[in-house]
Nanobody, 125 residues
């Protein structure tokens, strides 16, 4: 059973930065892809960024050029570096892992995804 544990959320002023971390464990085969999905109160889930096991990454248009997804394979860690944060970035951020193709982080049927418990990000002055 894949286990995902997020950390690094918090409160920051607009224009600030945060780095989220996700520790991955429990898999026998490395997930096909991993990423971050966020959900703000009263809104649906929004895929933010994804990274395949092969190293191909993609971010949503809403965070392009502000968020960067990376991984440390040796430490089984996934990161989301968030810069120039805005108030509409406030949400619960979830780490997610997809065992097999297709990669359902930025969209698609997420019923096969594994999920962490989430970490809250609040951007406010």
């Amino acid at each position: 059973q894949v286990r995902l544990v997020e950390s690094g959320g918090g409160s920051v002023q607009p224009g600030g930065s945060l780095r989220l971390s996700c520790e991955v464990s429990g898999y026998t085969k490395r997930p096909y892809c991993m990423g971050w999905v966020r959900q703000a109160p009263g809104k649906g889930r929004e895929g933010v960024a994804r990274l395949t096991a092969a190293g191909s990454w993609l971010t949503a248009d809403s965070v392009k050029d502000r968020f960067t997804i990376t991984q440390d394979l040796a430490k089984n860690l996934l990161y989301l570096q968030m810069d120039n944060l805005r108030s509409d970035d406030s949400a619960m951020y979830y780490c997610t892992a997809v065992p097999q193709a297709p990669c359902t982080v930025l969209g698609g049927d997420m019923s096969r995804n594994y999920w962490g418990q989430g970490t809250q990000v609040t951007v406010s002055s």
